[in-house]
């Protein structure tokens, strides 16, 4: 048993929900307790402790003193986090004074701070979740002082009116901002670019940390995994639109998706500002080149070592290489050991005789709600790939584009076909 008295309640910090990040002290002080109240899904972090009570945390957090007042002590209660950031410790406290003790774990904050490599001592923190919004003018005035603020967001479909709120009637749309979901887990999220860019980022995750006005973050180290959101400072491209086939290098055998076809697959794949994009298939890179111009993080897996030097010699003349990662190999081989965090969207330029492999690889590199788009030359790639979609559950679409470049023929102008293509997209659920 612990050298706690029986009438010891003990908070323990869990972290972000992932075991390799709870302490030992804490998993040691939870399996001597006689009782644990946690979430189900921090109580399962925890191996079995024989004779002792594991029950969950109440509907309602009201009623949870009274239930730990009638456990047999020591009772211990799981909470996400640190107990020390916004936590169900402060209710503990008020109701139990000193017979209640912590254990610190990670919070969120600790860990946007590290992802951003920024100091965050100087930060002030508000939290959203289930609170009242704050005074406009006392957030305004805590997001612009050095070390920025730090708000806690509420459950996920609360967060679009946040932001929302917070862009507006805030008035700071233009701020720079970072955001990150469901941090230290495998869904980790992070994004930079301004509030009014970030509130269009369609992921949503469980816990969500917004943090205004940070400082420049660190430049990641080369070779590393492609980071999140718009790169600072990015070189964007002078020309409007889409870049013009004509301004892509040519080898043969290396094929260039067509300016229209680009244009709807970044459609298709919108929003893109501080997206990450994973692509199969680099070929030329012109798809790669358009995603980076919209302000994706790209990952782009392409085989061909010629393909691959003709797309860096694109993307560096465009200043654009910084934004995309090029990596050497077949999908879906290729994709098992890739270092990176999921992405919000991928583009199959290229598959080869394993569809159903590629697409079943792709698909386990999204997150919740990703969207995959497929181009297809070949007539029976189409309804292999929407069957294989719906089998997994995706509500999928599907265009057949037949487009036609205008070219001129003396003093008058004529459409000349291109080849038809097949744009198939599926999002998860």
């Known amino acids: 048993m612990t050298d706690h008295p029986e009438n010891a309640v003990l908070v323990l910090g869990m972290g972000p929900g992932d075991p390799r990040w709870l302490p030992p002290a804490a998993a040691d002080l939870a399996l001597s307790l006689r009782t644990l109240f946690g979430d189900p899904r921090h109580l399962e972090l925890l191996p079995p402790a024989p004779g002792q009570d594991r029950r969950p945390l109440p509907p309602r957090l009201a009623d949870l003193p009274e239930l730990v007042e009638d456990a047999p002590g020591p009772v211990g209660v799981l909470v996400s986090g640190d107990p020390g950031f916004y936590s169900l410790a402060r209710r503990l406290r008020e109701a139990f004074g000193p017979r209640v003790r912590s254990l610190p774990g990670i919070s969120c904050l600790q860990l946007l701070a590290a992802r951003l490599g920024l100091p965050w001592e100087r930060t002030a923190t508000r939290s959203l979740h289930g609170r009242a919004l704050p005074d406009p003018q006392d957030l305004r005035a805590a997001a612009t002082a050095p070390g920025g603020a730090a708000l806690l967001l509420g459950a996920a479909p ?7 709120w917070l862009a507006e009637e805030a008035g700071l749309q233009g701020l720079p901002a970072a955001l990150g979901w469901d941090l230290g887990t495998p869904r980790e999220q992070v994004f930079r670019g301004t ?9 949503r995750g469980r816990l969500g940390l917004l943090w205004l006005a940070p400082p420049e973050p660190s430049r990641p180290e080369a070779g590393g995994a492609a980071p999140s959101g718009p790169l600072p400072g990015r070189t964007p491209c002078p020309r409007r639109g889409l870049l013009p086939d004509g301004d892509f290098l040519r080898h043969p055998g290396v094929p260039l998706t067509k300016a229209p076809l680009r244009g709807l697959v970044l459609a298709l794949l919108a929003p893109l500002e501080g997206s990450r994009i994973l692509e199969i298939g680099t070929g030329t890179g012109g798809v790669t080149a358009e995603l980076a111009r919209a302000g994706s993080r790209v990952v782009s897996l392409e085989r061909n070592p010629e393909a691959r030097d003709l797309a860096a010699r694109h993307l560096e003349r465009l200043g654009l290489g910084d934004q995309v990662r090029l990596v050497a190999g077949s999908a879906p081989e290729a994709l098992v050991d ?19 492999g590629v697409l079943d690889g792709t698909l386990a590199r999204l997150t919740p709600k990703g969207r995959i788009v497929v181009a297809s030359l070949g007539l029976a790639t189409a309804p292999r ?3 294989h979609l719906e089998r997994r559950g995706l509500e999928t679409g599907f ?9 001129r023929l003396g ?10 293509v097949d744009l198939i997209w599926g999002d998860l659920p």
């Open 158 to 164: 609360e967060v679009p009116e946040q932001l929302a």
């Open 195 to 203: 509030l009014g860019e970030l509130r269009r980022n369609p992921f």
């Open 338 to 356: 890739l270092e990176e965090p999921p992405f919000q969207g991928a583009f199959v330029g290229g598959h080869g005789p394993d569809l159903e």
């Open 385 to 387: 790939t929407l069957e």
């Open 399 to 407: 265009w057949r584009i037949a487009a036609a470049e205008g070219r």
């Open 411 to 420: 003093p008058h102008w004529t459409p000349s076909a291109l080849n038809p």
